[in-house]
């Protein structure tokens, strides 16, 4: 994709590794980068990961929806109707204030370490009494691929060994929570991701802990996984350790005034 700026503002680009280049010069991922009218943007594939963030200083003039100002395809919301950019769409900038020295909010790139096939962490429940012994061990020794219908709302993984149930898929409907793993009648895993519904009926074999949902949300179509069953405790360990990693970035990028200029 390439986009053509309209007036000089300070761009930062991050998260997944991607080919990019300003004006056919590669540049790097959370690092920030001056454009001005004329300039050219190209975004290519990832190398790494499977989302990238484009941000840019006084965020982009879009109407909100909702409150916000992203889009949703299937809903049809958002710019463009909700559509993918095409070829000549133009995205209008805000006007804002950039200070001199913003390079400074630069920081290392948080893309988690990819291995070829990721183990994701789980605690089981809430209905894993709902499975059979030999489900619970189908569930958490099978190699899952992630299937070509998953988006941002869920994860299908694919296997051709299927979980047991003790009796029915069915529940009775309560709330869908982010990273919660539903089981159908056809036994394969559902992930709930960002854009899950708000309620579910399915039985819900257990949940990912929230250090490893980005791992899930960057992981490509096609990617091999495996689940791995941890304790409530070590799971908030690994959480306490993100939170101070985050406290450490958000220092980083969230400067006082005084230190930009």
């Not at 300070?10 to 001056?34: D, P, R």
């Not at 009648?185 to 519904?197: D, E, S």
């Not at 929230?210 to 405790?233: C, H, R, V, Y």
């Amino acid at each position: 994709m390439k986009e053509q700026t309209h007036q000089i503002k300070k761009t930062i680009f991050g998260w997944a590794e991607f080919e990019a280049k300003l004006n056919n010069k590669k540049i790097q991922t959370c690092k920030v980068y001056q454009a001005k009218k004329g300039d050219i943007l190209e975004l290519g594939l990832a190398k790494i990961g499977f989302r990238g963030y484009l941000c840019v200083a006084g965020g982009f003039k879009i109407k909100s929806f909702l409150n916000s100002k992203s889009s949703d395809v299937k809903m049809g919301v958002g710019v463009f109707n909700g559509r993918a950019l095409q070829k000549d769409d133009v995205l209008e900038l805000n006007n804002s204030f950039i200070p001199f020295n913003l390079s400074k909010r630069e920081c290392e790139n948080p893309v988690f370490q990819f291995a070829k096939e990721p183990t994701i962490r789980v605690i089981l429940g809430t209905n894993d009494d709902a499975f059979t012994q030999n489900g619970l061990n189908t569930f958490l020794n099978t190699s899952y691929k992630i299937g070509l219908k998953s988006d941002r709302m869920a994860i299908y993984a694919e296997a051709k060994t299927t979980i047991k149930h003790k009796n029915s898929a069915d529940i009775i409907s309560d709330p869908a929570v982010f990273g919660s793993i539903q089981v159908p009648k056809n036994g394969l895993p559902i992930i709930l991701m960002a854009g899950r519904q708000s309620t579910g009926g399915y039985t819900k074999i257990a949940s990912v802990i929230e250090n490893d949902l980005p791992l899930l949300a960057q992981a490509k179509l096609g990617t091999n996984f495996k689940f791995e069953n941890i304790s409530m405790q070590n799971a908030l360990e690994l959480y306490k350790q993100r939170e101070e990693k985050f406290k450490t970035l958000d220092k980083k990028i969230n400067l006082d005034f005084e230190n930009l200029i």
